[in-house]
T-cell receptor
Framework: EAGVTQFPSHSVIEKGQTVTLRCDPI?????LYWYRRVMGKEIKFLLH????????ESGMPNNRFLAERTGGTYSTLKVQPAELEDSGVYFC?????????FGPGTRLTVL | GEDVEQSLFLSVREGDSSVINCTYT??????LYWYKQEPGAGLQLLTY?????DMKQDQRLTVLLNKKDKHLSLRIADTQTGDSAIYFC????????????FGTGTRLTVIP
């Protein structure tokens, strides 16, 4: 069974540009989470989908971040416009009510 | 808010035991987890413990939970060079939310 996949693995963009990250959860998992780790700090929760609905988006830093999960399958996280402080590793995780399984992350660098 | 703390670095010699410590502040934790991140890879769930347990053992891994002191530890017996990685402690709390609260991670270096 395939695990959680994320695309791209790395992204380098300039300040002010737009980037879209994608996460494909484990098939059949209703719960999908986004987390972010800024360099050297803890991994912080961003938001949680249950199927296509946002269950909790209390961790989203500001309105430059937009997450979607149309159809309740894969999810995208768009950052527009990107700022320097958005650099970090963005992790996606999925679960079916219990243990969360994480993807490899997308390393975002904003120059 | 929830606060999970870990020391940043730990070095051990190959064959020794490693003990990685974690403290947390929220007494309503339900599950506590240990995740491992190897270089260039994602987070791999190593083990977890339910909050009403004191200890869990899984091969070379032993998790100890002191709920009174809000202290969690991960002991790796006979540490190998392949155990070099960043280890994250995480908790989930009983508020109905399912998100995890992570520590900063402890970078374990195993010296041959």
């Amino acid at each position: 069974e395939a695990g959680v996949t994320q695309f791209p693995s790395h992204s380098v963009i300039e300040k002010g540009q737009t980037v879209t990250l994608r996460c494909d959860p484990i098939s059949g998992h209703d719960n999908l989470y986004w987390y972010r780790r800024v360099m050297g700090k803890e991994i912080k929760f961003l938001l949680h989908f249950v199927k296509e609905s946002k269950q909790d988006e209390s961790g989203m830093p500001n309105n430059r971040f937009l997450a979607e999960r149309t159809g309740g399958t894969y999810s995208t996280l768009k950052v527009q416009p990107a700022e320097l402080e958005d650099s970090g590793v963005y992790f996606c995780a999925s679960s079916q009510g219990g243990t969360q399984y994480f993807g490899p992350g997308t390393r975002l660098t904003v120059l | 808010g929830e606060d999970v703390e870990q020391s940043l670095f730990l070095s051990v010699r190959e064959g020794d035991s490693s003990v990685i410590n974690c403290t947390y502040t929220d007494s309503s934790s339900t599950y506590l987890y240990w995740y491992k991140q190897e270089p260039g890879a994602g987070l791999q769930l190593l083990t977890y413990i339910f909050s009403n347990m004191d200890m869990k053992q899984d091969q070379r891994l032993t998790v100890l939970l002191n709920k009174k002191d809000k202290h969690l530890s991960l002991r790796i017996a006979d540490t190998q060079t392949g155990d070099s990685a960043i280890y994250f402690c995480a908790e989930s709390i009983a508020t109905g939310a399912n998100n995890l609260f992570f520590g900063t991670g402890t970078r374990l270096t195993v010296i041959p």
